[in-house]
């Protein structure tokens, strides 16, 4: 979820190479967004078509700056025409002390290693492996620099095969904007740092700054994906897809830290609201987010099964190790703090349009959502492994080898309280919590 203590561009890689996409939040200003993007597009790579580079003259404390700023451990060095002349890595400035000298006193320009255009990482390992390096420029006929290859990206692909990557082998990313605040501008800067899509995040997808929204990216920026909401009603599907988003955001006050249904008195329950919109959007073969109210894995299975494409969630990555914020202890246990993003703070810090109080300066601001805490559960992988292990157990409970079995073969009943007691633990003691799952019921205060 684009929320400030969920989503940026660590917590954004980290759940990308599980398979999943985060959405970098919009707290901020435009282009240190767009630099949270460009930080996960560089972060992994097949071939680096875009390798970061520099030039002989300048100064070693140049490329060490680059190197700590994007997490790299060497640089191709080029003329200014764009001929690779050399590379630097860490190798050639380990016991350097004086990083004033110009890069051509420190690179390595003889014997240089490279591969031509087309060559896939299969021979780009070989070749590493061989040489016993860690970085392969592409170069092509003319001795121009076209890409890189890096061990690490290789070794990346391995680890992580499962990983949600674009065209180019780069991790794919989202981002939010809001639909008051320059969101042309902020939309523009986000595409040009390579955002796979963008969402409009706002509490009420019908309303009339989302929908001029949508009809100005769609026109101003016709090949960026956009995703609008939220919406709880078919009126709402229907609204949204006519006006042409990409892909529709489900849900109005379902999240845990959200009082819009308390505040304002408006929303529809989740389940029903997943159901009644992925119906109509089915209609239209347009994708959905099922937004808000996952409490386990469980709750995945069912709005999946009851038609959403995907899933977003924030209180179950907030407490992660890659998620913004510092650790806090209280009463000798982990946390880290978790807001909603129409709790006082983040109105505060910039997403008072997502409720539309933009306008209102000096005005008290109205929040509807609340600022606490959530347990801190270590390396996002770790959640990941959970939700995906029940994402798979109900899906063979149900007999579904795909997603489009599961939406056809699941049924749903009705229970009563005592049906849904009844499914959580109950005249037991929990004395060790598992790590997926906890329940109101068995605290050891009365079963």
């Not at 004395?431 to 605290?443: A, D, G, L, Q």
Request: with cysteine; net charge neutral; glycine share 12%.
């Amino acid at each position: 979820a684009p929320m400030d203590t969920v989503t940026e561009s660590r917590l954004a890689i980290a759940i990308a190479r599980e398979g999943g996409v985060g959405v970098i939040h919009r707290n901020m200003d435009i282009a240190t967004q767009a630099d949270h993007v460009d930080r996960v597009k560089r972060s992994e790579h097949g071939v680096i078509t875009n390798p970061i580079k520099l030039t002989a003259d300048k100064k070693l404390s140049e490329a060490t700056a680059l190197m700590e700023r994007f997490h790299i451990s060497g640089v191709p060095i080029t003329d200014e025409a764009g001929h690779l002349v050399g590379i630097l890595t860490n190798r050639d400035i380990r016991f350097e002390t004086n990083f004033e000298l110009a890069i051509s006193e420190r690179m390595t320009s003889k014997n240089l290693v490279t591969a031509s255009p087309g060559t896939d990482l299969d021979q780009a390992q070989a070749l590493l492996a061989e040489h016993r390096i860690e970085k392969l420029p592409i170069v092509d006929a003319n001795g121009m620099l076209q890409g890189l290859i890096t061990i690490k990206d290789i070794e990346k692909v391995k680890r992580h095969p499962n990983a949600t990557k674009d065209s180019k082998g780069r991790l794919v990313v989202g981002a939010a904007i809001g639909p008051l605040r320059e969101p042309y501008e902020r939309a523009k800067a986000l595409f040009e740092a390579g955002v796979d899509f963008v969402v409009i995040d706002a509490a009420h997808g019908q309303s009339v700054g989302v929908r001029e929204c949508v009809k100005m990216l769609k026109k101003k920026l016709p090949d960026l994906k956009v995703i609008a909401g939220n919406v709880a009603t078919k009126e709402g599907v229907r609204d949204l897809v006519a006006l042409g988003a990409d892909g529709l955001r489900l849900g109005i006050g379902a999240g845990s830290i959200c009082t819009t249904r308390i505040v304002a008195g408006v929303g529809v329950p989740q389940f029903t609201a997943v159901m009644d919109c992925c119906e109509e959007a089915a209609k239209h073969g347009i994708p959905t987010i099922a937004d808000g109210g996952v409490r386990s894995s469980g709750d995945v299975v069912k709005s999946l099964a009851a038609g959403a494409s995907a899933v977003m969630m924030g209180n179950m990555f907030a407490g992660c190790e890659e998620s913004p914020g510092e650790i806090e202890i209280y009463r000798n246990r982990a946390y880290k703090v978790y807001r909603g993003m129409g709790s006082i703070g983040a109105m505060r810090q910039g997403s008072s349009d997502r409720y539309f109080a933009v306008k209102e300066k000096g005005a008290t601001l109205v929040p509807e959502g609340v600022e606490g805490r959530v347990p801190f559960k270590g390396p996002l992988a770790d959640t990941m492994a959970q939700m995906v292990g029940g994402l798979r157990s109900g899906m063979g409970y149900v007999g579904a080898a795909s997603l489009k079995e599961l939406q056809e073969g699941a049924e749903f009943l009705k229970i009563t309280n005592a049906g849904l007691r009844e499914s959580h633990p109950h005249d037991v003691w929990i004395t060790k919590e598992p790590p997926n799952y906890s329940s109101p019921y068995s605290t050891g205060e009365g079963d």
